[in-house]
C-alpha cells in the first residue's frame, strides 16, 4: 500500500497567493521529494529534503520535514498560472526504491 | 539530451493480447523503475532494476514481466492484457546513491478493451 497520504487532494487558489501542501508518511524514511506533473506528461523532479533536515529552500518552493509527526509540507509563493499542475511527494525507504502519495491537484486561477 | 524516452506512447489492447512497452534512458543510471498511474491515484511500482541483470517486484506486479536487456534498457510485458491494465505505464531511471532522484518518461497510454 502506498506510504504517503496527500492533503488536500485539489487546491484551488488566485494567481499570486501562496499555495500550501502537506504529505504525511508511516515508516523511517532516508530522505522525502517533491514531484510535478503537467497534465499528459511525467513527473518531474522538484526538491528533495534529507531526513536530518528540517527546511529547504529552491526559488519559490519552501519544503519542510518533521520527522517527529512523519510530515512534509510544500510551499509554493507568489503563484503563478504554469504552476497549475499535481504535486506529489516520495519517500526514499532504501533499497533504491520511492513510494508516491495520492497527490495534490493545484489549480491557479487568473 | 533525450533522457527516458519511452515507446509507444498510446496503445489499444483487446482482451487476451500480448505487448511490450519499451523504455530507454542515456543517462547511464544503474536503476530503473515501471510504475503505473490509475486516475486519482499516485504511481504504484510495477517492477524496478537496481542494476544490469537484476530485478525485483515492486507492489503491484502481477501480470506483468520485465527485462533488464542492458544498461539502457528496460522493458515491461503484458502477457495477456486484462481491462484492469488499462493505466497509464511510467518508466524512470535515477542514479542511485543517496539522493535517488528519478526521471521519468512521457508515459505510454494503455486501453485494454
Known amino acids: 500500500s502506498q506510504q504517503g497520504e496527500e492533503d488536500p487532494q485539489a487546491l484551488s487558489i488566485q494567481e499570486g497567493e501562496n499555495a500550501t501542501m502537506n504529505c504525511s508518511y508511516k515508516?523511517?524514511?532516508?530522505?522525502l521529494q517533491w514531484y510535478r506533473q503537467n497534465s499528459g506528461r511525467g513527473l518531474v523532479h522538484l526538491i528533495l529534503i534529507r531526513s536530518n533536515e528540517r527546511e529547504k529552500h529552491s526559488g519559490r518552493l519552501r519544503v519542510t520535514l518533521d520527522t517527529s509527526k512523519k510530515s512534509s509540507s510544500l510551499l509554493i509563493t507568489a503563484s503563478r498560472a504554469a504552476d497549475t499542475a499535481s504535486y506529489f511527494c516520495?519517500?526514499?525507504?532504501?533499497?533504491?526504491?520511492?513510494?508516491f502519495g495520492q497527490g495534490t491537484r493545484l489549480t491557479i486561477n487568473p | 539530451n533525450a533522457g527516458v524516452t519511452q515507446t509507444p506512447k498510446f496503445q489499444v489492447l483487446k482482451t487476451g493480447q500480448s505487448m511490450t512497452l519499451q523504455c530507454a534512458q542515456d543517462m547511464n543510471h544503474n536503476s530503473m523503475y515501471w510504475y503505473r498511474q490509475d486516475p486519482g491515484m499516485g504511481l504504484r511500482l510495477i517492477y524496478y532494476?537496481?542494476?544490469?541483470?537484476?530485478?525485483d517486484k515492486g507492489e503491484v506486479p502481477n501480470g506483468y514481466n520485465v527485462s533488464r536487456l542492458n544498461k539502457r534498457e528496460f522493458s515491461l510485458r503484458l502477457e495477456s492484457a486484462a481491462p484492469s491494465q488499462t493505466s497509464v505505464y511510467f518508466c524512470a531511471s535515477s542514479g542511485g546513491g543517496t539522493k535517488n532522484i528519478q526521471y521519468f518518461g512521457a508515459g505510454t497510454r494503455l486501453s485494454v478493451l
Open positions: 532494476s537496481a542494476s544490469e541483470g537484476t530485478t
Open positions: 516520495a519517500t526514499d525507504q532504501g533499497a533504491q526504491k520511492l513510494v
Open positions: 515508516t523511517s524514511i532516508n530522505n
